[in-house]
């Protein structure tokens, strides 16, 4: 199995680093293979547009539709047409970050959001069960500041599951990736060297079960074919 | 009052600079102050971390304690320190921005991670009701690809307000601001001429409504009061 872990953390040495490094290891030691987009270390440049291409875009831009023209002719630039591989490759696709105000640090959303390219990861009609990942499975792994409280029903934030929805159902759901709760590692400054022990014996945990269960792989389609059913679109309706 | 209008998109002709330019000419017409901090053509930077400030960063690298030190001696770089007094100066800040796989443009939400430090918009206990915005107003304009039934309880996305609930309440509900409901543009690349120009004049009048009610702000303490009251913090705790 390939096993994609895309970690978002600024600092090398802080608990998230620890926690990509448990979930890589753990899942080398059961005989998979392992990639690691590790997003500060590469540089990865966050701010999606007419720099993911490799080609000057049209004027008026229009994402989408320079993501399609790319896709067809193999014209991303070389960081997005690497994370691509690996994410079409991804048997298994673990996010490891920090939740910064809510959601995903910026690094890691635009990971998101120009890796998922139109034609790459996804075409018209392809989404949630007929998306092209179905079958595949994803696990979101993060710490917070707050603690259980905070993310409960009476807390603030609400529930952990409502404040990753948007992550874990208009991103990974989307795109056809079986969904599993969340390994959340809470309140991460405040807690003990016993209980940081314990969330990273969790993580292992969770990713053994991922590796370990029966999975079969559906190939993802090429561009080509991902797109060979689509009907023109008119891209000249700006967004 | 002022307004500051954070917008995010790559195309300079886009259905969201309309947006951007009517909420902007609304305000200013009823005579308040607008500035627009346009995060692609300024160019801003999304990923947060040492880059954010002027000197060199103790290694290991702690995000907030660098924060603190920066807030109390000003030593941000430049275009954060920007952001930070205008947002500071904010009696209304307006979020302009097309949803991307449920959230905001990776850009924005690095204008998110790396204004809002510690020191300079929150300190300990500094947050919703006692958030130092409190009594500020916000609002969220965004654009969709969807549908309003891919997003209700029926759809795969599920209410917009839940869509939005990290950004709202985690973000600007943290920080204090007044909340009110989103100014959502749907199915934005399916719409009409007349349709478009319906959602335009309908930003307008939410945009109208915040400027025109009765309003006192308070003001913002400065970084060094609004750490004052603050014990020292064990910032070896990885994170």
């Given at each position: ?22 979930a890589g290891d ?28 490799l ?37 298994l ?30 075409a ?16 979101l ?11 409960s029903d009476e807390?603030?934030?609400?529930p952990i599951?409502?404040?990753?929805w948007?992550?874990?159902q208009?991103f ?20 003990t ?7 990273i ?29 689509v009907?023109?679109r008119?891209?000249s309706?700006?967004?």
């Amino acid at each position: 199995m390939n096993v994609l872990i895309v970690y978002a953390h600024p600092a090398t040495d802080s608990f998230n680093a620890a926690l990509c490094e448990a979930a890589g290891d753990e899942a080398r030691r059961a005989g998979h293979d392992v990639v690691v987009s590790d997003l500060y270390a590469q540089g990865f440049g966050a701010a999606g547009g007419p720099v993911d291409f490799l080609d000057a875009v049209p004027d008026p831009f229009h994402y989408q539709a320079a993501q399609k023209d790319a896709a067809l002719n193999e014209r991303f630039a070389p960081e997005i047409a690497r994370e691509q591989d690996r994410l079409r490759a991804a048997d298994l696709l673990i996010l490891q970050f920090p939740i910064w105000w809510g959601g995903p640090p910026a690094i890691l959303k635009g990971w998101i959001d120009r890796v998922n390219a139109y034609g790459v990861t996804y075409a018209d009609g392809t989404r949630f069960d007929s998306g092209i990942f179905k079958g595949r499975r994803s696990l979101l792994s993060v710490t917070t500041g707050g603690t259980p409280r905070r993310f409960s029903d009476e807390g603030e934030y609400g529930p952990i599951d409502k404040v990753l929805w948007p992550i874990q159902q208009l991103f990974l759901g989307y795109l056809g990736f079986d969904l599993v709760p969340p390994q959340v590692s809470y309140a991460v400054a405040r807690s003990t060297d016993a209980e940081r022990a314990g969330m990273i014996d969790e993580l292992r945990s969770r990713v053994r079960d991922l590796v370990e269960a029966p999975y079969e792989a559906r190939p993802i389609p090429a561009p080509k074919d991902l797109l060979a059913g689509v009907g023109s679109r008119d891209w000249s309706s700006k967004v």
